[in-house]
C-alpha cells in the first residue's frame, strides 16, 4: 500500500514538473471535438443526442496516448528495471501506476466533458452527480486494461500502433456501458441507469482484479 | 509418443468422414427449409463454425493459463495455434451469416446483440495475432499474449451483459435464429449435429498441425543454434 502511494506520488511528481500528458490532452481533446463535430455537421437541436459517443470515443482516443507514456516513461534511463530490483509486489506496482493513470483520465475527463456540452449544446450540471458516478466508473476501467496493457505495447516494437489495438477491442464493452448510461443518466437520472452502471462496475471489479494478478507477469523479465 | 503419432493418423481420417457425412446430410437429407429456403442450410455451417471458434478461444485461455503457470512451451503453442484457427473459424460465421442475412432479413449486418459480440471477439483475438507478429519469438511477448488470451475471455460474460444494452434488439430475429422455426424435422437436429462435430474434428486436425509445425519450427532454431 505504502508502495502504491510512493509509486503514484513520483508519477503526479513527474507529471506535474513537466505537464506534458494534461498539456497534450487538452490539445488532443480539443481538437478531436472539434473534428467530431464538424465531421456530423449536426443541426443544434440534433446535436445533444450525439453526446455519449462523442464524449467516450474522446475521452478513449485522448486518454490512451497518457496512458501509454506513463510507461514510456518508464523506459527511459531503465526506470523499470529499477523499480523492479526495488523490493517492491508487482500489485503493488500495477496499483500505483493505475492510481496514477486514473489521476491524468481524470483531468481528461475534465478537459473533454465540458467542451462536449459546449460544442454539442447540452447543459450538463442537472444531471452532474449522476454523470460523475459514469465518468468514474469508465475512468477505473480504462485505467484498469491500459495499465496493463500499456506495459505490455511499450516492451514491442509498433508500440503506437499496438495499444489501441490490443485495448480497442477489451473496452467495447465498457463504451457500450458507459454511452448507454450517459444517455439515461442525462435523460432519466441515475435510477434508470443501473443497467449500464452495473456493466462498468463489473468491467472495473474484473479486470482491476485480473491486472493486478497479471501484471507481474507483464513486467518480469 | 505413439499415441500422438496415431492420433495424427486419425485425426484427418475421422474429420474426412465426418465431413462427408455432413455434406450428405445436409445437401440430400434434411428437407428445404419453408420460409426461408434453400439458402437455410448455409446455417449447419455457421453454427458449426461459431462452435468450433468459441472452443478455440476457450482453449487460447487455457493453454494461456497453463503456460503462465508453468512455462511449458508446448501450451504457448496450442495457444497461439488455437487463436489462428479461432479467428479462422470465426472469420467464417462472419462470412456465412451475412449471406444468409441479406435474403432472410435484408441487410448483411445489424448490430443486434449476437453479431456485435461475434464480430467483438474476432477483433480481440485478431488482435492476440497482432501481438504476437509483432512482438516475434520473444518469451516476454509470449507472456504477453498469454496475459491478452486470458484477458480476453474475462471480456466475453461482460461482453455478453453488454451487448443487451444495445438499441436495436430484434427479439423476433433472435426467436427465429436460435432453433426455434429452424429445426422442425429431426434429420435438422442430426445435419446439425454432425457438422458440429465435423467442425470441431476439423478444427482440432488444424491446431494439431499448427502446433506441430510451431515445435517443428522451434527444434529447427534449436538445431541451428547448435550447429552454429
Known amino acids: 500500500m505504502r508502495a502504491a502511494l510512493a509509486i503514484l506520488a513520483k508519477d503526479l511528481r513527474i507529471e506535474w514538473r513537466t505537464r506534458e500528458s494534461v498539456s497534450g490532452v487538452f490539445v488532443m481533446g480539443v481538437l478531436l471535438l472539434v473534428v467530431f463535430s464538424i465531421a456530423h455537421d449536426a443541426r443544434p437541436d440534433a446535436a445533444p443526442a450525439l453526446l455519449p459517443a462523442v464524449l467516450w470515443v474522446t475521452f478513449v482516443f485522448t486518454g490512451l496516448p497518457a496512458v501509454q507514456r506513463a510507461f514510456l516513461l518508464e523506459r527511459e534511463n531503465d526506470c523499470l528495471a529499477g523499480l523492479l530490483t526495488a523490493p517492491l509486489d508487482p500489485g503493488a506496482l500495477y496499483a500505483g501506476k493505475c492510481a496514477a493513470n486514473v489521476v491524468v483520465l481524470a483531468a481528461t475527463q475534465a478537459v473533454v466533458v465540458p467542451l462536449a456540452g459546449l460544442f454539442l449544446h447540452v447543459d450538463l450540471l442537472p444531471g452532474l452527480p449522476g454523470l460523475v458516478l459514469v465518468l468514474l466508473l469508465g475512468n477505473l476501467g480504462v485505467a484498469a486494461l491500459g495499465t496493463l496493457f500499456a506495459a505490455v505495447a511499450a516492451r514491442t516494437r509498433a508500440r503506437d500502433l499496438l495499444l489501441p489495438l490490443l485495448l480497442l477491442p477489451l473496452l467495447v464493452p465498457l463504451l457500450i456501458g458507459a454511452v448507454t448510461a450517459t444517455r439515461t443518466v442525462l435523460d432519466a437520472g441515475v435510477g434508470a441507469a443501473l443497467p449500464g452502471l452495473r456493466v462498468l462496475a463489473a468491467f472495473d471489479v474484473v479486470f482491476g482484479v485480473a491486472g493486478w494478478l497479471l501484471f507481474g507477469y507483464v513486467v518480469r523479465d | ?228
Open chain 2, 1 to 228: 509418443m505413439s499415441s500422438a503419432t496415431e492420433m495424427r493418423r486419425l485425426l484427418p481420417a475421422a474429420t474426412c468422414v465426418t465431413m462427408l457425412a455432413a455434406l450428405w446430410l445436409v445437401f440430400m437429407v434434411v428437407p428445404t427449409e419453408r420460409e426461408m429456403g434453400i439458402v437455410q442450410r448455409i446455417f449447419y455451417f455457421h453454427v458449426a463454425s461459431a462452435w468450433m471458434a468459441f472452443i478455440g478461444f476457450f482453449l487460447v485461455a487455457g493453454a494461456s493459463a497453463v503456460y503462465l503457470w508453468n512455462g511449458s512451451a508446448g501450451a504457448d503453442r496450442i495457444a497461439a495455434a488455437s487463436a489462428e484457427v479461432g479467428v479462422l473459424f470465426c472469420s467464417l460465421v462472419l462470412v456465412t451469416g451475412p449471406i444468409w442475412a441479406r435474403p432472410v432479413w435484408g441487410v448483411w449486418w445489424t448490430w443486434d446483440p449476437r453479431l456485435t459480440m461475434t464480430v467483438i471477439l474476432w477483433a480481440i483475438y485478431a488482435s492476440y495475432l497482432m501481438l504476437r507478429a509483432f512482438g516475434g519469438e520473444d518469451d516476454a511477448v509470449r507472456r504477453y499474449a498469454a496475459v491478452l488470451g486470458i484477458v480476453g475471455v474475462l471480456d466475453v460474460p461482460i461482453i455478453m451483459v453488454s451487448v443487451r444494452l444495445l438499441r436495436g434488439m430484434h427479439p423476433a430475429v433472435i426467436a427465429r435464429n436460435e432453433g426455434g422455426s429452424g429445426l422442425v424435422d429431426p434429420s435438422m437436429r442430426w445435419a446439425l449435429a454432425v457438422s458440429g462435430l465435423a467442425f470441431v474434428l476439423l478444427g482440432a486436425w488444424l491446431i494439431a498441425l499448427r502446433a506441430r509445425t510451431a515445435r517443428l519450427a522451434d527444434e529447427l532454431a534449436m538445431l541451428r543454434e547448435e550447429t552454429g
